[in-house]
């Protein structure tokens, strides 16, 4: 992924498919899935949704149901 980081020149790269939120930082830039705002009934899915503030790039997490934060550890 952080190939992908410096090959699309991006600071931020937000992937998906895994339905479970997840986040790190990296020389490169900041990498996150927000989750799975759906439920799915043959996948376990998350319910969350994350905010990025642009100018740092710190994500926050969210539960889709009650908006509120989710504490997540970034990933190593």
């Known amino acids: 992924l952080r190939d992908d980081l410096v090959e699309l020149g991006c600071d931020l790269l937000v992937v998906g498919h895994t339905h479970r939120p997840m986040w790190f930082h990296c020389p490169e830039g900041l990498v996150i ?11 376990e899915t998350s319910r969350t949704f994350a905010l990025v503030d642009l100018d740092t790039l710190e994500p926050t997490f969210h539960d889709v149901e009650t908006g509120r934060t989710v504490d997540l550890e970034p990933w190593d």
Do not use: I
């Not at 927000?34 to 009934?41: A, D, E, Q, R, T």
């Open 33 to 43: 899935n927000p989750g799975s705002l759906v439920s799915m009934p043959v996948v």
